[in-house]
């Protein structure tokens, strides 16, 4: 993504969120007026000054599951359906938490019909604004700006028909950028002014041309299918696979209704049902988490910084969902300048360890710092441990299906964390795996609680990672 894209972009996305909180605040206050009235008759002037300092934290509320819900991320290939439906459940889940807050703290007055008027209002003026805000887009910036510049990995007389009718009649404004074929001899028609090469010159291709969907429109073993993904990890890419009969059946048809080409998305189907009760629960437990434990973290830095010289805060690059890099908390517990031989796996009785350090990690509040990652959408609180992107780039080379374990975010524990404990070699990584995929193809809510009661089960015997 170049600067000026980039510029766009967030320029787009400040203004998105200036607008939606202005409507978010205009529909609590209507709310309010509705139930009790014109200021000229039985008005509540002091219920309403406390009312309005409740405000801004449920503005920042909404706000949060908009961008929990994908409100500001690629509008490109989301359809009005998708956006609309996407409003409902934003707006269903910050008022499930406002209510569940105005049940357990009494003093919080939040009158049940002004929630109910404020969720009916939010999500009228939220859908009306995006309908709009799209047509005026479309006037400043012109047409271009919603189409989804389209890469289709096939080359056969399959893809092309695909390709013809997602241009034609999908819901979504595609531009084809071109196709891609598995090897030369998969080409039929190399002379075709669209052929853009093999698999192995899209790393030349995403540095020339915007790519925004990549459509994989073939039959190809999911080895190469993953590779695919990989050569798009440092990309906000979205991918689509047109399933084979079988591939319907026993898959995920994660598309959107309203597209007329069925699209299955690389996830799985478990994932698909229980994201959004995820989602909603990863987000309420982190933002509890960070306000309740912000006195512990804090001595905790202090701590840190005391006991050896370097920030009290550890950064790292991860790989997160689909491989994609995003930076990692952690309270420090190494020397600093401890890896300057380069990157290597912790192991047992790891002299670079700090003596405060060995503590923080024996109990693992040396981790708290990523319930931030948790709460910007980056991680979850329970699925696999997110790795380096050097390590991961050397296991998938090593270990067959590895890359499995990218499909879904990583967490701050995890099935394999608790169950098979650190793996510090490439054959432990091997076993590991193994309960990562269990995982994935169990995931659930009664599973994430087991995993949750063995983590403090963990923690509380001081058996913490290395």
């Not at 939040?110 to 805000?133: D, G, Q």
Request: proline fraction near 6%; charge should be positive; glycine fraction near 6%.
């Amino acid at each position: 993504m170049n600067r000026e894209t980039w510029t766009s972009k967030l320029t787009l996305i400040l203004g998105s969120l200036t607008i939606d909180a202005l409507l978010v605040l205009c529909a609590d206050i209507a709310g309010f007026w509705i139930r009790f009235g014109r200021a000229t008759g039985p008005f509540p002037r002091p219920n309403f000054a406390d009312f309005l300092k409740l405000l801004l934290p449920i503005i920042v509320l909404r706000l949060l599951c908009f961008f929990i819900y994908g409100l500001y991320d690629k509008p490109k290939y989301k359809t009005t359906y998708d956006t609309v439906l996407n409003i409902i459940k934003a707006t269903t889940a910050s008022t499930l938490v406002i209510m569940v807050a105005a049940f357990l703290f009494r003093a919080f007055a939040y009158p049940r019909t002004v929630i109910f008027y404020s969720w009916l209002l939010t999500i009228i003026l939220i859908i009306a604004w995006r309908i709009l805000a799209r047509r005026l887009i479309n006037l400043v910036l012109g047409k271009d700006y919603f189409i989804s510049h389209t890469l289709i990995v096939g080359t056969d007389h399959s893809a092309q028909r695909i390709a013809t009718r997602l241009l034609r009649e999908a819901h979504i404004s595609r531009k084809l950028v071109g196709f891609i074929s598995l090897s030369r001899r998969a080409d039929p028609q190399p002379e075709n002014p669209f052929h853009l090469g093999t698999i192995e010159e899209i790393p030349r291709l995403i540095d020339l041309r915007p790519i925004d969907e990549v459509v994989i429109a073939t039959q190809m073993p999911k080895e190469t299918v993953l590779s695919i993904f990989a050569l798009f990890s440092q990309t906000d890419v979205v991918f689509r696979i047109v399933p084979s009969l079988y591939e319907a059946t026993i898959g995920t048809m994660a598309g959107s209704p309203t597209e007329q080409v069925p699209m299955i998305s690389p996830i799985s189907n478990r994932l698909v049902r229980y994201r959004d009760l995820k989602r909603l629960i990863d987000t309420g437990i982190s933002l509890v988490g960070l306000i309740f434990f912000a006195p512990l973290m804090l001595l905790i830095a202090l701590a840190v910084k005391i006991s050896s010289a370097g920030p009290f805060l550890y950064r790292q690059e991860r790989a997160g969902l689909h491989g994609r890099p995003f930076t990692l908390y952690k309270f420090r517990t190494m020397f600093a300048d401890s890896e300057h031989n380069g990157p290597e796996f912790a192991r047992p009785d790891d002299p670079r360890i700090t003596r405060v350090g060995r503590l923080l990690r024996r109990f693992r509040l040396d981790e708290l710092p990523q319930l931030y990652n948790v709460l910007i959408n980056e991680m979850s609180l329970i699925g696999p441990r997110p790795e380096r992107p050097c390590f991961v780039r050397e296991l998938v080379k090593k270990i067959p299906f590895y890359a499995e374990r990218l499909e879904v975010k990583p967490g701050i524990t995890g099935w394999a964390q608790v169950t098979y404990g650190y793996s510090t070699s490439t054959t432990e990584h091997r076993e590991k795996l193994l309960y990562d995929i269990f995982y994935l193809e169990n995931m659930s809510l009664a599973l994430d609680v087991l995993i949750t009661l063995k983590t403090l089960g963990v923690i509380l015997r001081g058996k913490g990672a290395q």
